[in-house]
T-cell receptor, first 112, second 113 residues
Framework: DTEVTQTPKHLVMGMTNKKSLKCEQHMGHRAMYWYKQKAKKPPELMFVYSYEKLSINESVPSRFSPECPNSSLLNLHLHALQPEDSALYLC???????????FGEGSWLTVV | EDKVVQSPLSLVVHEGDTVTLNCSYEVTNFRSLLWYKQEKKAPTFLFMLTSSGIEKKSGRLSSILDKKELSSILNITATQTGDSAIYLCAPANSGGSNYKLTFGKGTLLTVNP
């Protein structure tokens, strides 16, 4: 079982809604990641937090806003999304940058 | 731009067969290569390989990296229906706080009874 916990597992939201995806890990990992995965495609990196600081933003649209309140938590705030943003959003963590990355179960997002 | 090519893209075998999955890569500041198995949920970690060339084994699965050829293989012996999944290869750079994985498109393995 993964030790990276994501909530909610499923989310349906309208294009004018504001929602958040949450991720938590208690492994003491200091690097956390958000990936987006469309159907039949590999995961694509969105953001990397290293020691609670944003270190990588892969040119993600501003309607996606990450937040790392502390070393165990990672949020992804969603606002004014488009239907094409519907995907599986994967949170992951590693002990530190450079170590094995472990994924959570993901949050299935549908934008209507 | 980093490149990862996995082959074959899909493979259908019968239980008991042995399969070899391939991954070739071009990554700036290569550090390691990871293999993941993905069923209908999140990727699960299989192996991490480095330029040391040491083979990794776990049960019927094994993997090795050829740093000269910039490639890696994942072998599965005596396949079972439970091995049916997408196998993802992901080389990682060594960019410190810029560390990240670049995923290949994956190999879809189907093991028939």
């Amino acid at each position: 079982d993964t030790e990276v916990t994501q909530t909610p597992k499923h989310l349906v939201m309208g294009m004018t809604n504001k929602k958040s995806l949450k991720c938590e890990q208690h492994m003491g990992h200091r690097a956390m990641y958000w990936y987006k995965q469309k159907a039949k495609k590999p995961p694509e990196l969105m953001f990397v937090y290293s020691y609670e600081k944003l270190s990588i933003n892969e040119s993600v649209p501003s309607r996606f806003s990450p937040e790392c309140p502390n070393s165990s938590l990672l949020n992804l705030h969603l606002h004014a999304l488009q239907p094409e943003d519907s995907a599986l959003y994967l949170c992951a963590s590693s002990q530190s940058p450079g170590n094995t990355i472990y994924f959570g179960e993901g949050s299935w997002l549908t934008v209507v | 731009e980093d490149k990862v090519v996995q082959s074959p893209l899909s493979l259908v075998v019968h239980e008991g067969d042995t399969v070899t999955l391939n991954c070739s890569y071009e990554v700036t500041n290569f550090r390691s290569l990871l293999w993941y198995k993905q069923e209908k949920k999140a990727p699960t970690f299989l192996f991490m390989l480095t330029s040391s060339g040491i083979e990794k084994k776990s049960g019927r699965l094994s993997s090795i990296l050829d740093k000269k050829e910039l490639s890696s293989i994942l072998n599965i012996t005596a396949t079972q229906t439970g091995d049916s999944a997408i196998y993802l290869c992901a080389p990682a750079n060594s960019g410190g706080s810029n560390y990240k994985l670049t995923f290949g498109k994956g190999t879809l393995l189907t093991v028939n009874p």
